[in-house]
């Protein structure tokens, strides 16, 4: 690529190994700083909440993260990772700053809330007085970059030596560690050489590990996180769909996924029916690029992820409505064992969790609601204070006549039935995830419903008579 910024025949000045500023310690913030540091950096994260930068330089991750905590002291160990508070000290220290600060819906609309992001990229411009680059992280509506741009040389006392990029990341939760440390490519949105240069050094460990990287302009950059988002929702949200189909007909949705995932166009990653996904990323970024399409005059090019957003609501009352059907067709007084609040599992994240819309569901019908998370049932009682909550399976379980499996941990995965039938009052279970043995259970004497699959076991198993009956006589 040309350099933009640089007059002809002016030195471009590259860190062969630069000092790394993390603006941001929240999920994402926290894993780059860490792993950026395991992997030989020099690291400065910076956030304006004292309580996380302390629990954080004293060894606390302050979410749940497989493996983070270990990485965290690692890197405090080696020397590489320090946090503070002071925007100054991190303009006048780095030579590369990520900003990873969050991007939530605003409250008012579908659209992302830019708010924090603005402040974070202001105050640190207005401290930066060197040639410098700024690196957004976080997911934002298309244009944002090239508006960040204007907004952080103007606040800069450099001017135009300043110069922006972004650097979209990839994390899922639950595998936080090894997407950053092994991620499966890296795109750069630059608008100059110099700034590929220096985006190339500060990635360097990855690239030599042959990391595919995309290098590309600002737009793009910003475009493919969405993108990449939306495409996930809509293939969750589609086998989803067909499991609507399948209630309505008595088909049976597992049997469909299985069948549709032996076509290589198609692939089973992702095509698992169930309650639907939630969390902090998905559900947010569909509406908000689906918002900003439309300010753009081209929202009717992905229209169809209204309805991708609407059928993954769709999964969450429906499960209710299996609930109420076992419960014999009123929830009032029936006691029922939540199993997850988390949006998944390996993940305390509650956010837009349709584990707990569904029990909140549950509750305003008049439920005893009981939640049990291995993880996140401390913030669950934080937003959701009118649910009860138990600090075991055997506890929640004990005594309910449904038990509703909203989220697919472990340690629900491998429950036994039969220890299951010597605590509840009805062995009668809502499977949300596709996450139990079904025939086991209903061979010990449970009722069994999920979503998609038939009520009637029997209608499955005639179906495969007929099926091995036509196989026969052919």
């Known amino acids: 690529m040309n350099d933009s910024t640089i007059a002809p025949g002016t030195p471009l000045p590259i860190v062969e190994h630069p000092r790394l500023t993390v603006i941001g310690t929240g999920y994402l913030g926290a894993t780059h700083a860490i792993c950026m540091a395991i992997l030989g950096f020099d690291v400065l994260g910076v956030d304006v909440d004292a309580a996380k930068i302390a629990a954080l330089a004293a060894g606390k991750v302050p979410f749940f993260e497989p493996g983070l905590p270990e990485k965290l002291r690692e890197a405090l160990d080696s020397g590489r990772l320090r946090f503070g508070t002071d925007f100054r000290e991190a303009a006048e220290w780095g030579d590369v700053h990520f900003v990873c600060v969050g991007t939530p819906q605003s409250k008012d609309s579908d659209a992302a ?70 991620p499966d490519r890296l795109v750069f949105g630059v608008q100059s050489e110099w700034a590929e240069r220096q985006l190339s050094a500060a990635f360097r460990p990855m690239l ?18 969405v993108a990449a988002n939306s495409f996930l929702a809509t293939k969750i949200s589609y086998i989803n769909a067909m499991a609507e189909v399948c209630e309505a007909t008595g088909a049976d949705v597992n049997l469909l996924a299985s069948a549709l995932a032996y076509d290589s166009r198609i692939g089973s990653r992702f095509l698992k029916p169930g309650l639907g996904f939630g969390g902090g990323c998905l ?85 005893i609601v009981t939640v049990y998370d291995p993880e996140a049932n401390d913030n669950a009682r934080r937003s959701f204070p009118e649910l009860r909550y138990a600090d ?83």
């Open 283 to 367: 559900p947010k970024d569909i509406r908000a690029f689906a918002h900003r399409a439309e300010e753009l005059g081209v929202g009717q090019a992905v229209a169809f992820l209204r309805e991708v957003d609407g059928i993954n609501r769709r999964r969450r009352t429906r499960t209710v409505d299996l609930v109420r059907e076992l419960a014999g067709g009123s929830l009032t007084g029936i006691r029922v064992a939540a199993l997850g609040a988390a949006f998944k599992p390996n993940s305390d994240d509650i956010r837009d969790a349709p584990a707990l819309d569904v029990a909140s569901m549950l509750h305003a019908e008049g439920a």
């Open 113 to 182: 809330d830019l708010t924090y992001v603005e402040l974070a990229f202001t105050e640190l411009a207005s401290h930066i007085t060197g040639r410098a680059l700024i690196v957004g992280k976080s997911t934002v509506p298309i244009g944002t970059a090239a508006r960040l741009t204007t907004i952080v040389q103007t606040a800069s006392p450099a001017g135009t030596e300043v110069e922006l990029a972004w650097n979209p990341e990839f994390l899922r939760e639950g595998y936080a560690v090894q997407d950053t440390l092994h």
């Open 392 to 474: 075991s399976l055997a506890e929640v379980v004990l005594g309910a006549d449904v038990i509703v499996l909203l989220t697919e941990w472990q340690e629900f995965r491998e429950a036994d039935p039969d220890d299951l039938s010597t605590l509840v009052n009805q062995r009668k279970v809502v499977d949300g995830r596709h996450a139990l043995d079904a025939d086991d259970f209903r061979a010990k004497g449970w009722e069994y419903r999920a979503l998609g699959r038939p009520a009637d076991p029997r209608t499955v198993e005639l179906i495969s008579d007929v099926r091995d009956d036509v196989l026969l006589s052919a």
């Open 208 to 225: 030599d590990a042959k990391t595919p990287l995309i290098v590309t302009d600002l737009a793009t950059a910003e475009l493919v996180k």
